[in-house]
């Protein structure tokens, strides 16, 4: 019977000590949470109202110093549940110190974003160490998250470690279907930062419309948007640019093509197949249907004049975005749309096959756009397009990643085991956009009192709970050396049904909960999902992220921040 | 043969009429669209710089005037799709002339809202004649959508002669889980009027919290509230009420009780039943649960001080709502949460039933409710619960209205077989924020990577698409005697997962959808569903609500918009 004592015993000690770790990590309520806290002794401090951040000079690190310095002594948060920690009797915290051992270090894909942070319990001077101003920036938001209340105070005797699991975390937005304005985007990129993610992935065009104004091919932009203010002019472009290095966030341009190019048509008729075509002909079987969805329209691989536009625009987009990615899209190639084309005819009735009209615009491209020192980015049809794919030794794995969004974790693998690096957007968890419906009008389904459409008629529907996001394991099912090649995450927002009036909400907080996923993982120390902690810490965190202007949408009622434990389905 | 050829050219007549009434009509985008439109020639006139609306005297409708005089004249709204019509070379109009036969008949249910508008081709007066100011409103809001552009201009040779089908037109708005700001709720009795709605169903107080400042009773918001900044005091609630009669907009109080009365234990434990509980113990049984969803509580009926108290509030409710509807919830009584009360157990175990304790509660107000001349609304529940529901003869047809949120047509076609009129709120149908996951913590279905729960874990998902709530015939399977019981529909907005970052776009344009079904019907002179037209004219009332500061969500890329037909499922 000893023994079993003695068990029982030791089993109470671990769950003590496990709720003792997480009483004080609750208190500290940084998102996403940091890689490891040590905070032995907690107690506050106050922070001192000349309390200023010491840093080295830099281009881009120096204008978040003062960001952060404004956010820090003036934003007065009042968290839902005040931290229970005693303020100590010490001096006031007067500086923060940050020390960075390369300031050189491009804002880039795998770029070191570690950093430790360091407030002692005594002295008036914290630290914060980092390889580079990007692991500096991501210390800074941490030690921001730290403070709270009027006068502001601040977590002593602490120090956090901290790096991310994955090096890619971004968010794709669609610009093309509606327009944002650009206050919109920088409003993004700002939250994102909040975030710690650091790449903006931009759709920016598409066929429904073309806002990127380009210097060397002016016309399609001002035929193919939706008007002279729906644009983004050179300079916006710069000023997001900017913003992003100011924010630890690369902006990744995307220029879909060969299909979703139907707007590209306004200047240039004779470069798209099937342009300004009904999408789905009356009686027209869904498998030769003209485009993915309403707004037709595929650059046609073998008219000349694709690859003089191409190459402008392909120059432009270099030029005007220094990130070393460059997103090709390539995705939802519909044969119907090419099937449509005379020129096309012709080559298919000599013998030629779709996935050879794919691989000729292929090779006409992205030879060129590695040459401008790029790697490639492309969704995964390229690939795994069960009708039209290209020929894999085409697309070199050394500078090629492929973007995934069908089928979960199984394109995931198929991608990976190939040998090409991944993005993974599977739509089954990270398409923020599903759940709303369908946008498609005359939709005789609704002509009679029926049932409701399965999914509320949206295709991938159902929405993508925050739950759905954090849980989700992006290298779910694979090896070791294949998890390697899985570079990291991005959740999408299509435009269809979004704009400007929904983009915070449709956002935020639900990114925040893949945002941690791919910083700390959404495991505990033992290896549990922390799904049920998680949600008070979310839910703080949304309150948070409202008070510094994000409209980001409530996960619970107030009550339930209030009364924690209470709003479980399960009680812990 | 020339029989079927004259029927041939006899149709193709048809087609050709409802072609061009189609046509022009869709230069009319008045939403809801009135029931009767001549404009048989059709033509635009300008508006007078010095353009007025004339108009008895009336304390509620001459600030409607000075409203719509301003809206008139200052917005200068562009259509995405700008009417083809021509400007007339007469005069611009100078004057609206608002006739009314009956200045007195006060805003309530059943008021005739009616009016005709006539703007002749010749001539700078037009002519707005209805019987009571509430239809002459209508009419105003009728006459600022004709408007558009800058200079402002209009349809002339235009008469319209509208009225509602059904009498109750509104939304439920729940104030507790979450709170929303006196300007949320004016923002969206505003749209309400846009859309002309006319019941702004308040649903103020629940479990969660208490907001609402009763002068008896104090101590309820006080200690029941989220805190001093989030109660409506009583020159809000004024001010509110005050607002709805300026926009014909009723504001209906919500007291639910005895269920959902959690918040009512802070200042008064003791005449609340299981308060504060977990809502679900480990180990209970679906059925045997203490609520319907964390945050549990139900008055005790046994308990005299319950009828003290709500007593009081009713005295006061009654008095800062001059409505003549008093809404006193009683929806989903859980036998769990009484069956957990000591004095409950007793009454039980002496023989009582559950069904029995709600008779005693309702014999115990509904008089008192009804002595304030009030008629009563109910949720079904208290008729049409399962396990607890009162005895029918305690509830007269005469001052018993029932609102009813579950299972369909059926339930509607149950209440109305009994003798009651219906306020339609079928949760398949009009629950706007069904389909964002369910806001439960702890849910262990979320620990391993499984398929995404069904509907997305939301009870009553999927989301409800604009095409659901316009499609739903509320007396759908009704005669003819029990369709006319039914007075009209509401959509609910449940602020588990919903507050003022969210309101705008959780409500506008959905409600819309209902609005124009519940005034004019879902379906064209032919007796088909017009979902199809109805696409585009919603699609440009929603900008036209963006433009006058309603952040509603978008349906479709803004390419549907300036494409007509070319986003269509089935091509027109």
Known sequence: MSSIYTHHFYSLSIILILFSIT????????????????????????????????????????PAITRYTHTILTKHYHPIIAPTVNLTSSSPLQTLTLTITDLISPLQHGVNESYTLYIPTTGTSANLTAPTVWGAMRGLETFSQLVYGDPPRLATGLFISDSPIFEHRGIMLDTSRNYYGVEDILRTIEAMSYNKLNAFHWHVVDSHSFPLVLPSEPELSRKGSYGPKMQYSVEDVKKIVQFGFEHGVRVIPEIDSPGHTGSWAEAYPEIVACA????????????DRLASEPGTGHLNPLHPKTYEVLKNV?????????????????DEIVPGCWKADPSIQKFLSDGGTLSQLLDIFINST???????????VYWEDVLLDATVKADPSLLPTGSTILQTWNNGPNNTKLIVSAGYRAIVSSSEFYYLDCGHGDFLGNDSSYDTLGPVPKNGGSWCGPFKTWQTIYDYD???????????????????????????????????????AMAETLWS????ESGKKRYAEATDRLNEWRYRMVSRGI??????PLWCISHPGMCNYNYI
């Not at 300004?276 to 498998?287: D, K, Q």
């Open 276 to 287: 300004n075509m009904f999408w789905l002909p009356s009686g027209t079987a869904w498998e």
């Open 23 to 62: 009483t004080v990590h609750s208190q500290i309520n940084v998102w996403p949470k940091p890689r490891t806290i040590s905070w032995s002794h907690p107690q506050l401090t106050l922070l001192s109202p000349t309390f200023q951040i010491t840093s080295p000079i830099h281009t881009h690190l120096t």
């Open 314 to 330: 392909i120059h432009d987009v270099t030029t005007l975005f220094p990130e070393n990615f460059y997103h090709g899209g390539a």
């Open 366 to 376: 992205l030879p060129y756009i590695t040459s401008h020192n790029r790697t490639v």
């Open 474 to 512: 992006i290298t779910y099912g694979l090896n070791e050396q294949e998890a390697k090649l899985v570079i990291g995450g991005e959740v999408a927002l299509w435009s269809e049904q979004a704009d400007s009036t929904v983009l915070d909400a449709r956002l935020w907080p639900r990114t925040s």
């Open 551 to 556: 409209a980001a949408e409530p996960l619970q």
């Open 521 to 524: 993982g959404n495991k505990d």
